[in-house]
């Protein structure tokens, strides 16, 4: 269980930066669709090796530079909807002017002030989510704000920027990557260090998400929004974590990196205590486990080494819970993970593994580690073991003085892993190959605000008597569809409340029977509810409709209705079959009177297997007992 804290005496600052996909017809910088693919359709595959440059003062960036040490291959996957512009072998072109006037609307729901001019820069990144080895980005506008519960949080920094691509696979060697989100069209907003607490990050975070789905012109979906958050407390260091998919782990992965770093910093004060060095030694000690029973280190064996350094002083520290779950030695092993390797051994833990005490008592003589001391060892191939036990004392070094600052990825449970170290600004230099964007006052003028999402939410409730659940859903996941299909729908008698709990219940089922409900549009939902509205079928087989639909894209609401047996019955077969079902139940009705309504509606319902609305066949059955109740007086 997380630990309590006060945030306020820890020197407690968080920041987010909130990375949202926007909904345009093409990428950024290419006439390409934003259509993610599968990757069985690739047209083509072609790999890169990338290397850092230097930034326009002519500096390298320490994130690149740790990158380019595990001399990775990175493949690429192509499609048919991706141009040469993705694959780096053509020039982009102008920055998307849709996607321009999307992020100025941004800016200005988030009350910032947009630059005379937008010039695009180029950022490294060479862990392969980029062919060219940097992605462009645009800074738009700075100096905004939101409003919150615990008052205003700084919005300081919008850019416009493309999307990475979509890793597929990894490996120690090379890293799979599909190209088809490459380019897609990305803003990035970054708030000032002002979030109070755990809780205030998710509030945040839910109104910049709110701000962002009311234009209506963002993507939806997984993956389409990411949260990174920026951490920090008094002694220890900024601390950025990535890939924060979930709102309601946002609580849990600030609450988790504040007690990593208070524990940290315990570790440190300790080892400050004691008489604890890092002299970084490392040894080869692969004659000591020539009949070791460990699988991993006989595996190791084949083609590899074991190497071992000892660290002076980090007895039982290595070992320590930083996490729920996690301890220093798992610090030390993502570390290594960096060069190719599966991971580290420690003293701290071992025996274990298949590791004995005779060979542990073997391995502390000959690297003359006291008891206060702890060996790590690595087992690998010779190069990779070499990097692996350095980036281990790097991480050990700082473990003596700091918490060191760092890039980190979110893990499901909430805790975070190691990535690489922060980067700084020698990432960025000038892009040569875009021209700026000077900004007009006339670009400005025709902003539109929409229509914020708790505001819709209350129209819908007074202008359709939607529920309040079913309104918010509609408003907060469903409403440019909703609105379209409205609109669409035009002087139909049509019936409000059945869209609504078909975009917010039906499509749910639907994508529970495993059934790709991106395959219909706008033009699906109308022609069903029309005929559903001129009484050509019952609103119970809306989903029946839709899944047929589904399955043959081309095909009318009328087809399908005709295909699952549900063709449109006149006014006069339905009287009859009610004729005929009183007829049969007249004591039934004697006895119940309009009460019989339901059940007798129910039967004709069953006969009609959905091929009439229910309201139909209820105004008919009410009619003609009433009739009857009248002969009976």
């Known amino acids: 269980?997380?630990?309590?804290?006060?945030?306020?005496?820890?020197?407690?600052?968080?920041?987010?930066?909130?990375?949202?996909?926007?909904?345009?017809?093409?990428?950024?910088?290419?006439?390409?669709?934003?259509?993610?693919?599968?990757?069985?359709?690739?047209?083509?595959?072609?790999?890169?090796?990338?290397?850092?440059?230097?930034?326009?003062?002519?500096?390298?960036?320490?994130?690149?530079?740790?990158?380019?040490?595990?001399?990775?291959?990175?493949?690429?996957?192509?499609?048919?909807?991706?141009?040469?512009?993705?694959?780096?072998?053509?020039?982009?072109?102008?920055?998307?002017?849709?996607?321009?006037?999307?992020?100025?609307?941004?800016?200005?729901?988030?009350?910032?002030?947009?630059?005379?001019?937008?010039?695009?820069?180029?950022?490294?990144?060479?862990?392969?989510?980029?062919?060219?080895?940097?992605?462009?980005?645009?800074?738009?506008?700075?100096?905004?704000?939101?409003?919150?519960?615990?008052?205003?949080?700084?919005?300081?920094?919008?850019?416009?920027?493309?999307?990475?691509?979509?890793?597929?696979?990894?490996?120690?060697?090379?890293?799979?990557?599909?190209?088809?989100?490459?380019?897609?069209?990305?803003?990035?907003?970054?708030?000032?260090?002002?979030?109070?607490?755990?809780?205030?990050?998710?509030?945040?975070?839910?109104?910049?998400?709110?701000?962002?789905?009311?234009?209506?012109?963002?993507?939806?979906g997984q993956g389409t929004i990411r949260q990174d958050i920026n951490v920090s407390i008094a002694r220890g260091a900024r601390v950025e974590i990535k890939g924060v998919q979930a709102l309601d782990l946002i609580e849990t992965i600030v609450e988790r990196e504040v007690e990593r770093q208070v524990n940290l910093l315990e570790i440190m004060d300790e080892l400050q205590k004691g008489s604890a060095s890092v002299h970084g030694d490392i040894i080869d000690v692969?004659?000591?486990?020539?009949?070791?029973?460990?699988?991993?280190?006989?595996?190791?064996?084949?083609?590899?080494?074991?190497?071992?350094?000892?660290?002076?002083?980090?007895?039982?520290?290595?070992?320590?819970?930083?996490?729920?779950?996690?301890?220093?030695?798992?610090?030390?092993?993502?570390?290594?993970?960096?060069?190719?390797?599966?991971?580290?051994?420690?003293?701290?833990e071992l025996p274990a593994y298949g590791i004995t005490d005779k060979e542990m008592d073997a391995l502390r003589q000959a690297m003359d580690a006291k008891v206060e001391d702890c060996v790590v060892l690595v087992a690998d191939l010779k190069d990779r073991a070499f990097n692996a036990l350095q980036?281990?004392?790097?991480?050990?070094?700082?473990?003596?003085?700091?918490?060191?600052?760092?890039?980190?990825?979110?893990?499901?449970?909430?805790?975070?892993?190691?990535m690489r170290p922060l980067p700084g600004a020698a990432r960025m230099y000038p892009e040569t190959d875009v021209p700026p964007v000077v900004v007009t006052h006339e670009m400005l003028h025709d902003i539109v605000l929409p229509e914020l999402l708790p505001a819709r939410k209350a129209r819908y409730m007074k202008d359709y008597s939607l529920n309040e659940e079913l309104a918010e859903r509609v408003a907060f996941k469903h409403f440019e569809l909703f609105e379209d299909i409205l609109s669409d729908m035009g002087d139909e008698d049509i019936n409000v409340t059945l869209i609504a709990s078909t975009l917010v219940n039906t499509l749910i089922e639907l994508r529970r029977?495993?059934?790709?409900?991106?395959?219909?549009?706008?033009?699906?939902?109308?022609?069903?509810?029309?005929?559903?509205?001129?009484?050509?079928?019952?609103?119970?087989?809306?989903?029946?409709?839709?899944?047929?639909?589904?399955?043959?894209?081309?095909?009318?609401?009328?087809?399908?209705?005709?295909?699952?047996?549900?063709?449109?019955?006149?006014?006069?077969?339905i009287e009859t079959m009610v004729d005929e079902i009183i007829s049969q139940r007249m004591d039934f009705i004697a006895e119940r009177g309009l009460g019989a309504v339901g059940p007798l509606m129910g039967l004709v319902m069953k006969e009609m297997r959905g091929s009439v609305d229910g309201k139909v066949v209820s105004d008919i059955v009410t009619e003609k007992i009433k009739i009857v109740l009248g002969d009976i007086i």
């Open 513 to 573: 029977e495993g059934m790709d409900a991106n395959k219909l549009d706008t033009g699906h939902y109308v022609d069903v509810f029309k005929l559903i509205a001129s009484g050509g079928a019952a609103k119970e087989v809306v989903s029946d409709l839709l899944f047929k639909i589904i399955e043959q894209p081309g095909m009318s609401a009328q087809d399908a209705a005709q295909q699952l047996g549900l063709g449109t019955k006149r006014k006069e077969d």
């Open 391 to 418: 980036m281990v004392v790097d991480r050990s070094r700082f473990a003596l003085d700091s918490v060191p600052e760092e890039t980190r990825k979110a893990l499901p449970d909430g805790n975070s892993a190691y």
């Open 1 to 220: 269980m997380t630990k309590e804290y006060d945030y306020d005496k820890l020197g407690f600052k968080a920041g987010l930066e909130i990375h949202q996909q926007l909904n345009t017809q093409e990428k950024l910088f290419c006439g390409c669709p934003t259509l993610l693919r599968d990757t069985e359709d690739s047209a083509y595959q072609y790999y890169r090796y990338l290397r850092p440059t230097r930034s326009e003062m002519g500096e390298v960036d320490r994130a690149a530079l740790e990158e380019v040490m595990h001399k990775r291959k990175f493949v690429y996957m192509a499609y048919d909807t991706t141009c040469l512009v993705e694959n780096d072998e053509e020039p982009p072109r102008e920055l998307n002017k849709e996607a321009i006037s999307i992020t100025f609307q941004i800016a200005r729901l988030c009350n910032m002030n947009v630059f005379d001019e937008i010039h695009t820069m180029r950022k490294i990144v060479i862990d392969g989510s980029n062919t060219s080895g940097f992605q462009r980005t645009a800074l738009v506008s700075t100096s905004g704000h939101i409003e919150t519960s615990q008052g205003n949080v700084g919005v300081g920094v919008l850019c416009l920027e493309e999307e990475a691509a979509q890793r597929i696979e990894e490996k120690a060697d090379h890293v799979v990557f599909s190209i088809d989100r490459l380019g897609i069209p990305l803003v990035e907003i970054g708030t000032e260090p002002d979030i109070r607490s755990p809780l205030h990050a998710r509030e945040t975070a839910e109104l910049i998400g709110m701000l962002l789905r009311s234009t209506g012109k963002v993507k939806r």
């Open 286 to 348: 692969t004659h000591m486990f020539g009949r070791t029973r460990s699988k991993v280190i006989k595996k190791a064996l084949k083609k590899g080494v074991v190497l071992a350094v000892n660290l002076h002083g980090f007895a039982g520290l290595v070992g320590r819970e930083i996490q729920p779950g996690r301890r220093l030695g798992s610090e030390m092993s993502d570390y290594a993970k960096k060069s190719g390797v599966g991971g580290i051994f420690h003293t701290d």
